[in-house]
Nanobody
């Protein structure tokens, strides 16, 4: 079964940058749409960024101008570039994606999450 593998989280100071990556474990499963979610302690999970099949993107209002979502289809990888990080960005970040294998779609797969901690 295909899995999403996230990486790139860590500890960074306020104003720093991180780039999260999300790659499919099986190359025959092509990521066609993807989202990054985050969940901070005691808070509900919130949608941070979305990239559609066509490549159009949506970013959480509080992250606009700081975060960018992108997809490299050749590497079957989705990225979340996070700049000007703030302590409020501290959370576990999860990748969520739909796949296409041949003509068969697979929906709503999740990664294991990667911790992002921003120190003040």
């Amino acid at each position: 079964q295909v899995q999403l593998v996230e990486s790139g989280g860590g500890l960074v100071q306020t104003g720093g940058s991180l780039r999260l990556s999300c790659v499919a474990s099986e190359s025959t499963f092509s990521i066609i749409a993807s989202r990054w979610w985050r969940q901070a302690p005691g808070k509900q999970r919130e949608l941070v960024a979305d990239i559609s099949v066509s490549g159009s993107t949506t970013i959480l209002d509080s992250a606009k101008g700081r975060f960018t979502i992108s997809r490299d289809s050749a590497k079957n990888t989705v990225y979340l570039q996070m700049n000007s990080l703030k302590p409020d960005d501290t959370a576990i970040y999860y990748c969520n994606a739909n796949f296409l294998r041949g003509s068969i779609p697979y929906y709503d797969h999740w990664g294991q999450g990667t911790q992002v901690t921003v120190s003040s």
